[in-house]
Structure formats: C-alpha cells, structure tokens
C-alpha cells in the first residue's frame, strides 16, 4: 500500500461536543477523505453519562457527517458490535436488526442514523473488541492484571471477534482509496469489519496470557466466569460475532484471523515505551501512525 498523508485531529482543536467552527477547519485542511474514530467510548460509564454519549456519538458524529456532505468529501464513520442484542445464535450480518443493550450501543446506533442522514454516501465501519499497543482496551488490561493480580476471572459465555486496530486502520485506508475511484453509491452504507474467527472474552484472556508467558514473563491463574458473576452497570451481548463477507465482496478486504494479529500485537507492544508509547519499526515506517492512536484522521492527499 501506497503512504498516504494523515493529519490527526482531536480535542481541544476538534471537540466533537463543541461544535463550533469545525467547518472551517475542516475547509482549512480540504481533505480528501474523513475518518472518523472520536467516540464517547467507556461502556459502563455512559450508563450514567447517557447524555454525553450521546452528545458525542450521535450529534458531534451528524456534524462533522453534515460538514463532510457540503463540501463533498467522503467519509467512513466507526460504529461497533454492541448496537446488537446478542440474540441471534449466528453471527450477525448488515440485514440483522440492531438492538442494543446499553446507552453506549445505543448512542452508536443512533449516530450511524444520524451520520448516514446527513452524509447518504458515508461508510460505517462496525467492528468489534478493538485492541492496539494504545490507550484502554482488554488486551492492555488484561496485561496490566498479570502484573498485580494472583488469579484472574474472566467471562466466557460472551461472544465476538478480537480484532487489530492496525489490520482495521489498513483496511479503512484501502476503503478510502476505494471510496475515492469508485461509484460512491458502492462503498456507502453499513459494512461490518473484524478480525477472522471467534472466542469469548475468557479465552481471549487465555491467548494473551499464553503469548506472555511464551515470552517468559509471569502469568496469574485464570478463571472462567459467567456474566452473573462479573456484574457491571452496563448489559453487553452475549453474542456480537460479526460477520464480515460483505466488505469481503464490495471491498476485498479480510481481517487477519484473530490469533495472528494478536501475537503480532504484542510482538509491537514489546517495542513500546512505559507510557504505551510505539518505538517500535513498524510504527516508525508506517502511514498510519496517527490514527492508530484513535484520533479522527483526515487524509489529505489521495
Ligand atoms: N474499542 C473497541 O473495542 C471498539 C470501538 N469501536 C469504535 O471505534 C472507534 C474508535 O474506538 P477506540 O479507538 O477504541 O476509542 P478510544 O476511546 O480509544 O478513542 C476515542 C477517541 O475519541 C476522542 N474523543 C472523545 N470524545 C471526543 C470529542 N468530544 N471530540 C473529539 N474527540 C473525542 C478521544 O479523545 P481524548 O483522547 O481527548 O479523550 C479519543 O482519542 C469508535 O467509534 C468506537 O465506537 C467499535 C468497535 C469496538
Ligand atoms: C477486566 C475484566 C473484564 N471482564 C469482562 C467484562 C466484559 O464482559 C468483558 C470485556 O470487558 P471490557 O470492559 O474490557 O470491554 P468492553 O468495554 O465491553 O469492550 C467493548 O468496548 C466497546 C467500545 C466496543 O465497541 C466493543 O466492541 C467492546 O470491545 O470482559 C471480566 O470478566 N474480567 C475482567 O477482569
């Protein structure tokens, strides 16, 4: 893949709760394509702070959807897993109907209505279970507990498909070149995009633990869990494998099997700094460095 030029965007410059003036500094940029993957994230946490999820979620994400329309610039938008109920026994596909079971999937669900209402060309991207050497995320926690804790408990009767934040930030940037030559009526709509094959949270937990101790460090015990005995404020799906064949057939495009990306993912988190910071060679030669950090990313120059 060819480099392409990213410029990130976050707060305080892009603040998608204060929405002033984010058209003119998206007219400042006139990028040829946006990415956007701002979210109000913390799935817990916006069971209490609905509101904000939504603020950010639905009305910043319809904004910068809105700007992206005039000004004819493409975008793909970032929507999740979680906007489903998990009652369906297979994978879920574009046609399934969502349902979620909290304020965080909900306010994703609404701003995939919002985004392609104002924007009928933009792509929304569902994946699933993220994970990257960044930020918060159940590969890093998982990492930390080994440091602290003696036994670790894990659910294993909720379903999905890890999935790489590098392999994802490739894919998007092949579907926004696609996006840029094609008939856009082809890329718009709903895609579902995660990484191949599925687990449960309790043996995701296992196949970290095993890529640490293959490189000799310490692992605490591990035990399987039901939901019931994890509590949390917010319900999550017991299934939300994704099925991704569509973006297969409109886009070419095919995640890295979940067991695959993971090792590679903690051969990359091997070479960052205490602060989670990438020092590693393949951030340093890659075109995707300030994306991957989970910023909106505008690419400038297709
Ligand atoms: N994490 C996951 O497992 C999954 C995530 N997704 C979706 O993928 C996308 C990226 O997720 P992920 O990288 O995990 O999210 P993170 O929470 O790691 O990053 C979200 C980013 O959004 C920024 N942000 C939050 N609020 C605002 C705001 N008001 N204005 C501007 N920027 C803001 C944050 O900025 P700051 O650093 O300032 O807080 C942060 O950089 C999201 O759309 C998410 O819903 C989909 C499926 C799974
Ligand atoms: C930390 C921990 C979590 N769990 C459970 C709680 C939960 O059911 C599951 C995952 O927990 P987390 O809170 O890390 O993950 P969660 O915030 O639910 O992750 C989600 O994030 C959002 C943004 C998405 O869009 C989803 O695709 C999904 O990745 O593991 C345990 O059983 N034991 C533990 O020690």
Redesign the pocket.
Known sequence: MRSLPVVAL??PE????NRKGIDKLIASIAPSAIIN?????AVDQAESETAKAFS?NRD?AAVLADVAWQMNIPLIH????YVFDGSKPDAYDESDIPAPLNAYGAS?LAGEAAVLAAHPLATVIR????YSPY???FVRTMLRLCETQQIVRVVRDQHGNPTC?FDLAEAVLRIVERSAMDDRRATAGIFHLAGQGETNWHDFAQAIFCERSRRGARIPALEAITTEEFPTPARRPRNSRLDSSKAERVFGIRLAPWRHALRACLEQLGETDAEGNCVGRRQRNSPLSDHAR??QAVAPDL
Do not use: I, P
């Open positions: 976050g707060r892009l603040d998608l709760e993957a701002a979210a109000y994230t950010v910043g970032h929507s999740t897993d994703k994946c699933s279970w993220l930020g918060s995320n934040a989970g910023q």
